[in-house]
């Protein structure tokens, strides 16, 4: 049922202004709501033709956006921008800090501000108290050149002498509600004098001041604080204004690629699930240039709609701190990665230490909880050195109505993390490409925190070899689009220029900037592209060169994919305490974007085939071992899985039936996401990477038997042989060193591959216990969190083994092994024969039994090497 609604009037100057509060907790305003009848929404035209010069069916959108995304503020934004445009030029032009400030006073918004009495009888004193020195004067200066003085706070605002409608009707609706807060004040008997009393926060003035120092300073490339509200501005002018006239021979706008765009049309691929032999050699290729690839996690994000909490403290948390299936989602990354480590030293029996980038921000702490989960996982055995973080700056926040910022109070601006695009320039700025270049780097494999199955089989092995073996600057590992789902797409960008020339490369339009092209989504239709163009997944390769010659380039350009997507409410609560939801965005940037940068250039227009000679490439498979996010929280009674934890978990095990099935091993097949939208999962199987990571690995250590519908199959091993297991109930193998052991190196404790692995050996084996109790209400089947009556739990400490052979093990069993022992489980006279033995001195390093690794035409063969007889 929805929220009762009580919906209020308060008059003030002249003008109404609607106030309406739900349950009593929320106060939302609107002071245009009777003032402005509502926009008309205009269709987005979209037409396709049978053929094309590129020879296949094409697709042609317009880039003209459609008419309607915010309505039309109310003042002239040709005079704002325009003045700020001039003052932009008139900044850049100067060679110092004074020239600057001679530029910024000169502006007629800073005259008429710092000449008020106010300003000269109270705030003046109040900036004289704090001792700014010139260069915060200035950042002061440029946030009211830029027309957002109502930042510094409501009794320092300068709307009043905002000329026309707009000012006025801000300027009333603030003062009507002070007027409101007040009455509400008094009538709790609170002392006016008190209330009124103006008290300067120096905290939020400091954070303000950092704030427009990060604007200022990393946005130079656009014109610092400046830049940033004319972009704004322009892209708000642009949703707002734009025509819709269309020709689509020649389309005459120009949108963020930076030129004429032509044709948009839908890209070959290379599909990995079809051409199953170039798909092993390409992640051999990743296999082999391994020492040759870094790591890019962007983890910036404030991941609002996951609404992740501390359970303790109240504290939100970013999304890298989800703990999903035993352990956060930033382990479960480093986890992945270490699963290729391992398998590159089982090839080539060298030690291969990946660097690690990561860039954080500000929002719900971000960096400081990243920082102490690596800190507290002795960073994941990799030593600090291979980890470097660099913190994205805040940007603030904008109304969708007339791009204003938004404030929470006196010099509290709402601020969110500019967006993932912003790695490049950041990276760059952070001396991140040098350190890449000082570990002998060539590429880096990027992927975002939130999608849990990224690296499935040979999905990121493959796209990095590719990368790298055919000397591609930028490749996306892509999939079939789920309808409606907020992802972009995967395009091939032709366009033409006067010149004669031509350029083609493959780009990706994000799901917000549909409407700005025209593109229909949602359901199946004439003029859906859901079946023509690939998702875009942000799963990335990367030539490192050519992002940092992109990111370190003084123009717009090192910030790809500018947009201002002002769909969204941005909720915040002021300084009163009132929660506010107000539409509005923030200029944002887009990583993949960075494609738009690396296109080829023909003297002619190309056929058939162009793909092959681009720079730019997408390798394709099925969507389940590409991209399945844990990014939003599911709601109580949402049929819907999508892009929640549980449907990320249904994927996972969709993956294991496909990787298991064709091991001789039967079991139940997962049926779609509604079938368990109020039951939870039909069965349980979490297998370490390590097994593999590629499928055609770790299908040789698993054959035949049988796994039953309700059971639960945990491996925590790489060292692992089932053959003929048959399972109903709980089987959980954890290893406590499952890819090596940890050494003591300069100080610091380094996990060593291959050294001393746990192991575990499991021959005709009949598994029956009670397991997970399915009816259990404290199930969160996602966070591997579940309520058992009974299971067969194997512990291995350090290098210990466990053996299981031609045994029936029935009921609830626990199984401690210690570090330096084998322990071996058969059939006895009377139940069970357990025999726990030292393991030889000689095998202690290597163990009594390994699997050897063999590159053998173009795959990895295995061979069960066993050195103790018996073993």
Known sequence: MAPATTTSLLHHNGIYFTFSARDSHTLFFNPHKALRPPNKLPLSSLSSVPSSPLGRRRTLVSTVPVEYVPPAPDFEFSKELARLRTLRSKISACKNL???????ESDSKVKRYFRRDHYKNGFAMVLESFNLDEYELFLLKCIVAAGQEHVLGSGYDADSDVDGEFGSARGSLKAALYTLVEMIEKWDGIDDRQINEKKVDSEALRSLLKTLRDVEEFYDCIGGIIGYQLMVLELLSESAHAEKNVNFQHINNSNSIGCQLLEIHPPNVLDLSQDTEYAAQAALWGVEGLPHLAEIYPLGGSADRLGLVDSVTGECLPAAMLPYCGRTLLEGLI?????????????????????????????????EHITLLCERSKWFGRGRSSFQLFEQPLVPAVSAEDGQWLAKGQF?????????????????DNGIFQWFRDHKRKGATVRQVSNVVAATDVTLLALAGIGLHEGKKLGFASCKRNFGATEGINVLVEKGKPDGTWTYGVSCIEYTEFDKFGIADGSLSSNSLQTEFPANTNILYLDLNAAELIGSSKDESSLPGMVLNVKKTINFIDHFGIQHG???GRLECTMQNIADNLTNSFPSRCFEGVEEKLD????????????????????????????????????????????????????????????????????????????????????????GGSISNGSELQIEASEFLWRNIELDGSLIVVAENVMGSHIDKNHESILQY??????????????????????????????????????????????????????????????????????????GTSGLSIHLNPIKKEFMDCGSWFWKYMLNDGHIQLELVELEEGS
């Not at 699963?339 to 971000?366: D, H, W």
């Not at 509604?674 to 349980?684: E, R, T």
Request: glycine share 6%.
């Open 98 to 104: 004074r020239d600057k400030i001679r530029v910024v």
């Open 335 to 367: 986890r992945d990665l270490q699963a290729r480590e391992f398998l590159y030293y089982k090839l080539y029996g060298e030690q291969c230490i990946t660097p690690v980038a990561i860039m954080t921000s500000s929002a719900k702490n971000n960096h």
């Open 412 to 428: 509290s601006p709402v601020c969110k993390p500019g967006g993932h695009g912003v790695i490049w320039k950041l990276a760059y």
């Open 582 to 584: 107000v539409p509005g």
């Open 616 to 703: 730019t490439f997408i390798v394709y498979d099925h969507r389940r071992k590409v991209t399945s996010s844990a990014k939003k929280k599911r709601k109580p009674a949402d049929m819907s899985l999508h892009q929640t934890p549980d449907g990320a978990l249904l994927d996972i095990i969709r993956n294991a039936y496909d990787l298991l099935s064709c091991c001789d091993i039967k079991l139940p097949e997962i049926e779609t996401n509604d079938k368990y939208a109020n039951s939870g999962p039909p069965y349980l199987i979490l297998l370490h990477p390590a097994l593999g990571p590629l499928w055609e690995v770790t299908r040789q250590k698993f054959h």
């Open 754 to 827: 291959g050294y001393r692995c746990a192991r575990c050996k499991l021959e005709n084996v009949k598994i029956w216990n009670k397991g997970i109790d399915w009816s259990s209400d404290k199930n969160l089947y996602w966070k591997h969190d579940v309520e058992r009556f009974e299971s067969l739990k194997v512990i291995l400490h350090g290098n210990a083994e466990f053996e299981a052979v031609d045994v029936n093990i029935e009921g609830n069993h626990l199984f401690q092994v210690p570090d330096g022992y084998k322990m071996r489980v058969t059939s």
